[in-house]
């Protein structure tokens, strides 16, 4: 984990839901349990990607959904590309 400080969570993938704050420290137990998205398939170009990508995560015993670059940053994901 690169930062601490704070993340939100959502129940769902879904960014209009209610979210909740998470604290996140240098010796907060982080899981990564799942990943979602949308599989785009372009077969004239010959290319395929992930668009609206979610992860789940568990960090201290608390679950949820997360999306933003800046909170994946301070659980020390980033993106590729």
Do not use: C
Request: charged share 20%.
């Amino acid at each position: 984990m690169k930062n601490s400080g704070h993340v939100f969570l959502f129940a769902n993938p879904v960014p209009y839901e209610q979210s909740f704050q998470v604290k996140v420290t240098t010796s907060s137990k982080i899981s990564y349990l799942k990943a979602y998205g949308e599989l785009i398939i372009n077969k004239s170009f010959s290319t395929i990607y992930i668009e609206n990508p979610w992860i789940k995560v568990k960090i201290d015993n608390k679950e949820g959904w997360m999306k933003d670059s800046d909170d994946l940053d301070i659980i020390g994901l980033w993106p590729a590309g």
